[in-house]
T-cell receptor, first 112, second 115 residues
Framework: KQEVTQIPAALSVPEGENLVLNCSFT??????LQWFRQDPGKGLTSLLL?????REQTSGRLNASLDKSSGRSTLYIAASQPGDSATYLCAGHNSGNTPLVFGKGTRLSVIA | SAVISQKPSRDICQRGTSLTIQCQVDSQVTMMFWYRQQPGQSLTLIATANQGSEATYESGFVIDKFPISRPNLTFSTLTVSNMSPEDSSIYLCSVPKRGATDTQYFGPGTRLTVL
C-alpha cells in the first residue's frame, strides 16, 4: 500500500528565496503524483500533476519532479513570495481507480 | 471538471449526536471517496463508496461509526455517529477523473465541530 512522507513539516524562508519541498513514496509503481496547496481554512488547490511516464511538470514559478526509482518527488518554488505561504500537500496513487494517498504536508511561511 | 457540492458546509454539534453529510456530483461516477482532515493534519481516507455495493473502509474506520450510503451514481452520504470532540474535522468527498490526466476532484468540505 502506498505511503507518502513529506519533509520538512514546516519551513520559513525570507521573500525572494528559492526553495524545495520534498516528498517520498514507498511504492515505485506510482501512477500519478500530485501537489496541492491548502490555505488555512480553505479547500485543496491542485498545483501540478505528474503522470508516471513524466519526469517533471512546470507551472509559472513552480516545478515538480518525479523520480520513481528513488521514490521521490520535489516541488521547487522560485523567487518565493509572501502569497506562497500555505500548506503544500503531496499525494499519489497507484491507478486511476485507487484514491490518492496524502503526505502530512509542509507548512510554508514566506517572510516579507 | 466535475463539480462537487457538499451539505452542510459547516456545523456545530453536541456530543453523542449524529450528523449526515451529503455529497452531490454533477456527473455520474462509479467511485466516490470520503476523506477526513483533522485540525492541523493531512487528509486521511475513510472509505471508498461504490454504487450498488457496500463501502470499503480503511483501517481505523468502521461502518458503525461512519455509515455511508450510495443510492445512485451522483450522490453519497457519510454519517458521523455518536460524535465526540475527537470527530471535529473537515470531511471531504472526492471523485476520480478518468482520462488523459487521471486525478481526483475534491468537494469544498464540511467543517464539523463537536462540543
Amino acid at each position: 500500500k502506498q505511503e507518502v512522507t513529506q519533509i520538512p513539516a514546516a519551513l520559513s524562508v525570507p521573500e525572494g528565496e528559492n526553495l524545495v519541498l520534498n516528498c517520498s513514496f514507498t511504492d515505485s509503481a506510482i501512477y500519478n503524483l500530485q501537489w496541492f496547496r491548502q490555505d488555512p481554512g480553505k479547500g485543496l488547490t491542485s498545483l501540478l500533476l505528474i503522470q508516471s511516464s513524466q519526469r517533471e511538470q512546470t507551472s509559472g514559478r513552480l516545478n515538480a519532479s518525479l523520480d520513481k526509482s528513488s521514490g521521490r518527488s520535489t516541488l521547487y518554488i522560485a523567487a518565493s513570495q509572501p502569497g506562497d505561504s500555505a500548506t503544500y500537500l503531496c499525494a499519489g496513487h497507484n491507478s486511476g481507480n485507487t484514491p490518492l494517498v496524502f503526505g502530512k504536508g509542509t507548512r510554508l511561511s514566506v517572510i516579507a | 471538471s466535475a463539480v462537487i457540492s457538499q451539505k452542510p458546509s459547516r456545523d456545530i454539534c453536541q456530543r453523542g449526536t449524529s450528523l449526515t453529510i451529503q455529497c452531490q456530483v454533477d456527473s455520474q461516477v462509479t467511485m466516490m471517496f470520503w476523506y477526513r482532515q483533522q485540525p492541523g493534519q493531512s487528509l486521511t481516507l475513510i472509505a471508498t463508496a461504490n454504487q450498488g455495493s457496500e463501502a470499503t473502509y480503511e483501517s481505523g474506520f468502521v461502518i458503525d461509526k461512519f455509515p455511508i450510503s450510495r443510492p445512485n451514481l451522483t450522490f453519497s452520504t457519510l454519517t458521523v455517529s455518536n460524535m465526540s470532540p475527537e470527530d471535529s474535522s473537515i470531511y471531504l468527498c472526492s471523485v476520480p477523473k478518468r482520462g488523459a490526466t487521471d486525478t481526483q476532484y475534491f468537494g469544498p468540505g464540511t467543517r464539523l465541530t463537536v462540543l
